[in-house]
């Protein structure tokens, strides 16, 4: 069997898919003729991105830090789940570990990796036979970023998971995309200026000389979604910029 490239009639659940990298994922899966829901909290944003989507794309309003909601949310769903991509963000939890407020790690735990897990949990019976499930961590899990340690413990968790649930789960398949700097609205937070620099800088110490585009982790999710000899696998996207230097 070669890889699928049609995925007319199947149906794929975008987590945090308004925005950023699930919105590039969904965006290519429904070009590809998938059937997409995207999730996110702002109604005003999913409906803009449904419109961008296009295709067979619907919106759903779910907050993934609320387990009853979420649990609701698969509950209700008739139809089996085919591909499942976790791309929602949480966004905090960083900083350098002397001053990192343990109730910060915590709030960057329930923003990300406990909505991962329950999520899982929420679409399990609902999962296709051969699903997909895809998780977007972050090269923080296993590079040696100073400040990101907090990041590192919270993607490194979900990191872990991928090998035992690949194998406890099959044949439904689990994979992660491991992304480095991606020029997303997440980091709209910062200052247009500020951010300017942040990038050049992170640019020049990337072998690439670039930060990446939300596109470039949505090609890695689609390589998952459509091969079905991978599972347990943690591919990272950075460019290169998690590469040990040998310091
Ligand atoms: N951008 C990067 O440099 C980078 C690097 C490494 C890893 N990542 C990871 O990649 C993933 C996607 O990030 P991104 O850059 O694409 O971010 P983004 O552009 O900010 O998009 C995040 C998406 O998640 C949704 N979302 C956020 N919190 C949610 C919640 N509690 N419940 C449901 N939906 C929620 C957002 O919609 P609403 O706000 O409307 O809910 C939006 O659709 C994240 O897990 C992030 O940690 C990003």
New binding site residues.
Partial sequence: MSVSRSLHGQRVVV?????????ATAALLAADGAEVV?????QA??DA?VERIGGKTTGHR????DPVRVAEFFASSVEPIDHLVL????ASGSGPIASLDPADLEVGFA??FW?FVRTLQGALPRLAAHASVTF?????ARAAFPGTSGLAAI?GALQAMVPPLAVELAPIRINAV??????????DAIPTEARTELFTGISAATPVGR??H?DE?ADVIRLFVGNGFMTGTVIDCTGGANLPTGR
């Fill in positions: 987590m945090g898919g308004s925005s950023g990298i699930g919105e995207i999730t996110g909290r702002d944003r999913l991105a779910l907050d993934g830090t791309a929602l963000s949480g923003g990300k909505p977007v961590t972050a090269a923080s993607n491991s992304p480095g700097v991606i020029d997303t609205p997440w980091w930060v990446g939300a982790v």
